[in-house]
């Protein structure tokens, strides 16, 4: 691998670094939350409950693997993929409550219309 490629890769892998952890980045395909319709804002309710069910599976394998890791790969892990799991959780569940408070908003807005 040259070494202008693994730059390359690597300044890829760190702005996926950035993009996974940053709350306020969508994922693909979704539209502003505060122009969703209220079956865009429970689609995507529930996109994102589902999300934050797999990484908090995610995560907890890998909690409780750690004990049965070799002392390099228990820190290793702990530094690394531990951090950035939760990084990951904590921005879907913050997606995730934009998205319930939307579908909130507009199912208390559609009930008071009807």
Known sequence: MAADEGKR?????FEVLLRSVDRDVPLN??????ESSLDEARLWRRI?????E???????TIVE????????ARTEAETTNVPLIRGQLDRFRHRLHLWEARASQLENEFS???
């Open 48 to 52: 994102y409950r589902e999300v934050v």
């Open 112 to 114: 008071q219309s009807g």
């Open 54 to 60: 797999l990484e908090e599976s995610v995560l907890n």
């Open 9 to 13: 890769i690597g300044s890829e892998s």
């Open 65 to 72: 693997h750690l004990p049965l890791m070799s002392r390099e």
């Open 29 to 34: 395909g979704e539209n502003p939350v505060g």
